[in-house]
């Protein structure tokens, strides 16, 4: 219930401001936040509660963007229609990556590098075959009207994303208070455990793949129709998986807020340092890089988690030393 | 004997060149508690790796309740009621106590909250329930075998393989223990246990089966076995009859 409400307040809350705001600085700022914030969650659904590390979750995006663009130019549908079949679309491709990796048991950093290679194997498909335009890539016309899912101010794709986002977050509180969620995290932490107790580990995890590729998709969609162009280096590069999984670990993998904020942060701090350094070419980059090591090395658990450890030492409860070192000892003992 | 709950039938695996469990057969009967003895790398846990589906034999056979498991994945024989817990524990470290029973309990209770006051009931059963709301990794080696046994039993087992659910505990710890596992037998759920902590063999056991190098070497009532010279023997070496008559003294 108190995560419902949040989610709710957080959606009012973004509304309201993007109603209010008549600055396009800050309403390409809330929008382009909400764009990382989907990617980041959408990332959290598998990466963070399911601990299956994606490297490559621009393939669930560029399936997305792809699909959407392909549906309007090439089969002349309505970008409406065009959009749950983006969704589709990146739910099948997430039901067959999940199918050939985790049937075979592939965990960790190979299952983190199965995926880098889907996505670039996708990449060099989409230059070399005709329908994707190939290195040009796909243009759609810009018309914009509400019908067109085209609209003329940032407000319009803000209440867009604002709505996958929400999508999202509710996705991710079901699954902080469901038997499926339930066992996403147990499969997470210990597959065996989970196994010996009737977790079939392939079906839990297919289902938050499927979760995860949908909202990913639906990034790409809404991609397409903000900057009505998409070629394979945006859809299927690098970029877009690191983005989504950087955000992820900034903000607190495994929680409701964390990839919001870390997400949200990450963006305002690309956006100043570009703004504040963007004469000395490259060292946005540097400072961008440089406060993410910070951040991984002093916040492991990401903001959230190094807020809730503020919060603890601020009620004043003492961190429980001594017992660990007890157990420690026994543990020791045992072996 | 064809009311036993469960049935194996010359159990065999080989790791490389190691015979780890030869031709093992034995039955457990429905309702009583079975102890598996035996020195350190006899293969008991490797035993129950396949009694339970983790391990796919390379001869034999496992039946339960009748039909043919074996080499079944073990989640699909925990929905028969077929449960084991691991010698070396593992807890979802991430989730409170709470939330680890609960994901047992949810074998068969798909909603959320009433998973968590069942979780609440099995943690009382076996005194985890002032623990309740810890992390899982914050547990003693003690706290942590009870919660292996809890989250085991909120999915209500027929059959409970326990995994020397005793080791690293101390023996206050055990004698507390001892009533828990004899009211789960009562509760009408057969046990299987593997356990080295001889006091609650003889005291639990209704029949124990003796596994040294992968092989069984006896089976009978837990007096019968411990005096068998065969068993001595392989059990606990040789010049090692003090240590034996301690433990026949104590049952």
């Known amino acids: 219930m108190r995560d419902i409400r949040s989610i709710v307040l957080f959606g009012v809350i973004v509304a309201a401001a993007a109603a209010l705001l008549q600055s396009g600085v800050a309403l390409t700022f809330i929008m382009m936040s909400l764009y990382a914030v989907l990617l980041a969650q959408s990332w959290n659904i598998l990466g963070g509660y399911g601990g299956q590390l994606s490297f490559g979750h621009a393939l669930f995006f560029g399936v997305g963007a792809y699909a959407q663009a392909i549906a309007q130019l090439t089969w002349g549908w309505n970008p409406w229609l065009a959009l749950p079949f983006a969704i589709a679309a990146g739910v099948v491709v997430g039901l067959i990556v999940g199918a050939l990796t985790f049937r075979s048991g592939l965990k960790g950093s190979y299952f983190a590098l199965v995926t880098l290679a889907f996505a670039e194997v996708f990449r060099i498909v989409a230059v070399s075959v005709p329908f994707t335009g190939g290195g040009v890539g796909l243009m759609v016309p810009l018309h914009a009207s509400i019908a067109n899912l085209q609209f003329g101010s940032r407000r319009g794709y803000i209440y867009l994303l604002l709505g996958f986002v929400i999508a999202a977050l509710f996705c991710t509180a079901w699954l902080r208070h469901s038997r499926f969620g339930a066992y996403l995290q147990a499969v997470r932490d210990n597959e065996n455990a989970a196994r010996a107790i009737g977790v079939d580990p392939v079906r839990v995890k297919l289902g938050a793949i499927a979760w995860s590729a949908a909202f990913m998709a639906a990034a790409g969609a809404c991609y397409v129709q903000m900057f009505q162009y998409i070629d394979s280096g945006i859809a299927f590069g690098s970029t877009i998986s690191v983005e989504a999984l950087v955000g992820v670990i900034v903000g607190g993998a495994g929680t409701l807020w964390g990839p919001v904020l870390g997400a949200a942060v990450l963006y305002a701090l690309g956006e100043a340092t570009r703004n504040l350094f963007g004469e000395v070419p490259g060292i946005s980059m540097v400072i961008y890089g440089a406060v993410l090591v910070l951040i991984v090395m002093f916040m492991p658990r990401g903001l959230s988690g190094a807020g809730l450890s503020v919060r603890r030492m601020l009620k004043g409860a003492q961190p429980p030393q001594p017992a660990p070192q007890q157990d420690e000892r026994k543990e020791e003992a045992r072996v | ?251």
């Open chain 2, 1 to 251: 004997m064809s009311e036993a709950l469960l049935q194996a039938r010359g159990l065999s695996i080989t790791f490389g060149g190691l015979k780890a469990v030869q031709d093992v057969s034995f039955d457990v009967l429905p309702r009583t508690l079975t102890a598996l003895v035996g020195p350190n790398g006899a293969g008991k846990t490797t035993l129950f790796a396949l009694l339970s589906g983790f391990l796919k034999p390379g001869a034999g056979t496992v039946q339960y309740l009748g039909r043919d498991i074996t080499g079944m994945a073990p989640q699909k024989s925990a929905r028969l009621g077929l449960t084991r817990t691991f010698q070396i524990v593992q807890p979802f470290g991430a989730q409170t106590v709470r939330e680890n029973i609960a994901v047992g309990a949810h074998l068969h209770e798909p909603d959320r909250r009433r998973a968590l006051q069942a979780a609440e009931a099995v943690a009382q059963r076996v005194n985890l329930h002032s623990y309740l709301d810890k992390p899982a990794a914050d547990l003693t080696v003690g706290g942590r075998k009870r919660l292996e046994l809890a989250r085991a039993l909120a999915a209500q087992p027929r059959l409970l393989l326990l995994d020397e659910v005793l080791a690293g505990l101390n023996p206050s710890e055990i004698d507390e223990m001892i009533p828990v596992i004899r009211g789960i037998v009562d509760g009408g759920v057969t046990v299987l246990m593997i356990e080295h902590v001889m006091r609650a063999v003889m005291s639990l056991a209704e029949h124990v089966w003796v596994l040294a190098q992968g092989r069984l070497i006896a089976g009978g009532t837990p007096r019968d076995v411990t005096s068998d010279p065969t068993v001595i023997e392989a059990y606990l070496g040789h010049g090692t009859a003090e240590r034996l008559k301690q433990y026949g003294a104590q049952p």
